[in-house]
């Protein structure tokens, strides 16, 4: 489980910085170091000692902020993935008004995301089967981004039971085809120019999005 920090130590300010603030800097310290490692050679072969190597800290503050390696790479698939929902909320923000911008916007800000070959790990292949927990934070999140995508054509807060059901299921299965060809390109290198790949998955995006769209 991770900590909060209303229950770490309260101590007087060092350094002209507040307790409560030098606790977030390490916290901080620990996601980038746990996306770093968890990033290069995976959540199961990771450790606490290495973790707070690449953060430059000692074990006891990795254990003042969370009870485990598990509940490290919870809060940094979190971080990565509220990271990227914003970063393709603010890209289809900046266009103008047709589906199709959206679409190529949130996918070009969706693939330039997984340019970050660790970040891009953790977010789309360390989470999964760790645990029902960890699980669990990964099912959230892929029925956020579900959300997101459907928001392109209609709003959610519809009083249809059948129609939710409808972009419930349609989003979690677009979401899916983006998180396989996302592992792919990780996977083979980037193989494929990124055009290249926000022109196909325009066309799997843009036929369901116009669908649902015309209903």
């Known amino acids: ?23 977030a800097e390490r916290r901080e310290a620990l996601i980038r170091a746990g996306t770093c490692v968890f990033g290069t050679v995976g959540f199961r072969k990771a450790t606490v000692r290495a973790i707070c190597q690449e953060a430059k800290l000692n074990d006891r503050y990795f254990y003042a902020a969370f009870d485990s390696t598990e509940a490290l790479l919870r809060a940094t698939y979190q971080q990565h993935a509220e990271g990227l929902r914003a970063q393709v909320s603010q890209a289809t923000a900046a266009v103008d ?14 693939f330039t995301f997984l340019r970050d070959p660790c970040a891009a790990r953790v977010l789309l292949l360390e989470v999964m089967g760790v645990s029902p927990e960890t699980d669990a934070t990964y099912q959230r999140n892929l029925m956020e981004f579900g959300k997101q995508i459907m928001a392109n054509v209609q709003p959610l807060g519809t009083d249809n039971a059948d129609l939710r059901a409808d972009h419930r299921i349609l989003g979690l299965a677009l979401v899916g085809a983006m998180t396989n060809v996302g592992a792919a390109w990780l996977l083979t290198g980037y193989r494929d120019p990124e055009e290249k790949m926000v022109r196909n ?12 769209a015309a209903r």
């Open 1 to 23: 489980m991770e900590k909060t920090f209303e229950t770490a130590k309260k101590g007087r300010p060092y350094g002209g910085v507040a307790p409560e603030a030098r606790a």
């Open 97 to 110: 008004g047709t589906l199709e911008a959206r679409v190529d916007a949130g996918l070009h800000a969706f």
């Open 201 to 212: 998955c325009r066309q799997v995006l843009l036929g369901t999005l116009q669908a649902m």
